[in-house]
């Protein structure tokens, strides 16, 4: 098992990564001034020398900039040259060395409601709540996105039908250079993984839409980001899912994340608060022999710490080795 935390390639938080043990890092680089629409190979090879000046390996970009990608996720005119440059991506990727491309289908990129609910010791968590946006209006877009981009006359509801349709066409594209070029890609789920928000569904909501996401494309490139914070959101059985992606080897990396609620209206949750069994989560992974890359993901805001959530990120991966070594050292 690997732990990897984001960053912003910054020599502070690379700093901190490798003295709290964890073995590598995933981040959404800045385009630059150059905004090609794609992350060009001296970008990715300076970032990832960077990060293993410090001893740390750079596993994933995670995302892309929502202004890359919207047109595919939509099925919008110019969507063949945004997955052009996502090829180049990939194909640079592969070139520098970096294995993994997470990405999502969060057409309109809404995540939260709010930031500041009340969580253990007075601690504050994200979480979010349908009621907040079950009137948004037709394509609102949230953090990260810009629906001025979007045409007026696009601007319609988006059914199910359609985001897949739109993902099978991404598909069939990226795959083949993936392999190729020797990344996986690891599809998100939608967070949170409700029907619809602001008209256009979000797909990746269930364990189902993912058994049907690997029979689309049996590709060992084509793979699951396993937030394990959604699937619990979705009200999965976690370590079972675990084993059925994980004994596939579908699963590229993981959020090993916990949450309190539905999916309609949830926070987050520390670990060891929430409604994941994070030991018997844990174990799931170690039984199918994972050897991905995991993160906490979505710090816990605790009194005193940076905005970043430095005491908290120290907490969490201090959280994850311990289980890890300590279900290692159970007798078989």
């Known amino acids: 098992m690997k732990i990897y935390l984001g960053t912003d390639f910054s020599d502070e938080r690379l700093r901190f990564t490798a003295q709290v043990g964890a073995d590598g890092v995933h981040g959404t680089p800045e385009p630059g001034p150059a905004d090609r629409g794609y992350y060009d190979f001296n970008t990715l090879i300076t970032l990832k020398s960077k990060v293993e000046s410090y001893g740390l390996k750079f596993y994933s970009v995670r995302l892309a900039p929502w202004a890359w990608v919207y047109k595919w996720m939509l099925g919008l005119p110019g969507r063949d040259e945004q997955i052009e440059n996502y090829q180049r991506t990939i194909r640079n990727m592969g070139a520098a060395g970096i294995p993994i491309l997470t990405y999502n289908m969060h057409a309109l990129r809404f995540y939260r409601t709010s930031n500041d609910a009340p969580t253990r010791g007075g601690a504050r968590a994200t979480n979010f709540d349908i009621d907040a946006v079950k009137n948004a209006p037709l394509m609102t877009t949230g953090p990260g996105a810009d629906a ?8 319609k509801p988006v ?7 739109n993902l099978e066409y991404y598909l069939k594209a990226v795959v083949p ?25 979000r797909i990746m909501r269930s364990p189902e839409a993912y058994r049907r996401l690997i029979k689309i494309d049996p590709s060992d490139a084509n793979g699951v980001h396993f937030c394990q914070g959604c699937f619990t959101e979705m009200g999965a059985d976690i370590p ?13 990396a993981v959020d090993f994340r916990n949450v309190l609620g539905t999916p309609t209206k949830f926070r987050e949750a520390f670990p060891d608060e929430g409604q994941a069994d994070m030991a018997a989560a844990m174990k799931a992974y170690l039984d ?9 993901d979505h710090a816990i805001h605790m009194d005193g710490d940076t905005a970043w959530g430095h005491r908290y990120w120290a907490y969490a991966v201090g959280h994850m080795r311990g289980l890890e070594q300590a279900l290692r050292a159970r007798p078989k």
Not at 159 to 164: H, P, Y
Not at 240 to 252: C, D, L, P, Q, W
Not at 288 to 296: L, R
Request: overall charge negative; proline content about 11%; charged content about 20%.
């Open 148 to 155: 001025s981009l979007i045409p007026l006359e696009h601007r």
């Open 177 to 201: 250079v993936a392999e190729e070029a020797g990344v996986r890609l690891a599809l998100h789920p939608d967070d949170p993984p409700v029907p619809a928000i602001a008209g256009v569904a």
């Open 288 to 296: 199918v022999g994972f050897d991905g890359p995991m993160t906490p």
């Open 240 to 252: 079972a899912e675990v084993r059925y992606f994980g004994s596939r080897n579908k699963i590229v």
């Open 159 to 165: 059914a199910d039908a359609q985001m897949w349709a």
